[in-house]
């Protein structure tokens, strides 16, 4: 860790470490250690890195070094008071955060909005980036789910929560009053909402849109990419999971059936496997 880094005490696991990045005071877990994989979260009201990626840090720390960031908007990272939310400055901070690690290269891991932000980054710097892993991931054309517009038109409640949560999960039985206590609790946090209302404003079709990257960009990418969708995904649709398959070349798709949006929850351990096992074939690769 880059000694410009600070470790931040306290008893929530959501904030680890903090550093300048790309102009935003940036929250960030740093855990493992060989080659880098920076994990970008999805855009769920209340998120963070952590609650996202929390199952996958550890099993992917075991041969990698993860870096995973609370994007500026989102989670314990600054925001700032002009609420201008933009994929230039999401990639600018993503960007920022290697460059103050002294990160040249690093995996890329997106989810459903992160998914976009990883397309952006190695779109505008391929260079920069290893191989990619898009899970649920936003970032072609599409039109907006109706899973979707809930998520980004969410209204802090106990019961809008709970719903929001069936629109994730397949397994019912991850929709406990429990986690909707939690996520909502999350929710309303100081500047949580605030912040998340500001991003995603009605008409919500063009929050799609804004994230949306060039067709003949994407299809320029050189990176060996796996691709990784529900098959019950109500929120992002698996069509855009075989739109990424058709336009880029070094492709390779995994579809899990029985799931929702959550892959990273609801199917953890193979999850795992299969993203570390496509990262560390690239380090194989290299020897």
Not at 105 to 131: D, K, Q, T, Y
Not at 132 to 146: D, Q, R
Request: proline share 5%; with cysteine.
């Amino acid at each position: 860790m880059s000694a410009a880094a600070s470790e931040a005490p306290s008893a929530n696991p959501e904030i680890a470490n903090s550093i300048l990045a790309g102009g935003f005071q940036t929250n960030f877990h740093d855990v493992g250690t060989g080659a880098p994989v920076l994990l970008i979260h999805g855009s769920g009201p209340g998120v963070s890195a952590w609650a996202n990626w929390r199952l996958t840090i550890p099993a992917l720390a075991r041969g990698l070094r993860v870096i995973a960031p609370d994007m500026t908007g989102f989670g314990y990272s600054e925001r700032k008071p002009d609420a201008l939310y933009s994929m230039d400055r999401w990639v600018g901070q993503a960007l920022g955060l290697l460059d103050a690690l002294g990160i040249q290269r690093a995996h890329l891991v997106g989810n459903s909005f992160g998914g976009a932000l990883a397309l952006a980054l190695a779109i505008a710097h391929p260079e920069r980036v290893g191989r990619l892993v898009l899970m649920g991931s936003v970032g072609v054309p599409f039109t907006i789910t109706e899973g979707l517009d809930a998520v980004w038109g969410y209204t802090p409640s106990l019961d809008n929560m709970k719903r929001l949560i069936g629109l994730f999960a397949y397994d019912r039985a991850l929709v406990t009053d429990e986690l909707a206590e939690l996520r909502y609790r999350a929710s309303i946090r100081e500047g949580f909402q605030e912040s998340f209302a500001a991003m995603f404003p009605a008409p919500r079709q063009r929050g799609v849109d804004a994230m949306t990257s060039r067709e003949q960009d994407i299809r320029a990418l050189p990176h060996e990419t796996l691709i990784v969708h529900g098959r019950e995904d109500r929120i992002i649709p698996l069509s855009n999971a075989t739109t990424l398959l058709d336009w880029i070349p070094r492709a390779q798709l995994h579809v899990f059936g029985r799931c929702g949006h959550w892959t990273q929850i609801e199917h953890a351990s193979r999850f795992n496997t299969l993203v570390a096992n496509f990262l560390n074939e690239a380090e194989v690769a290299k020897r």
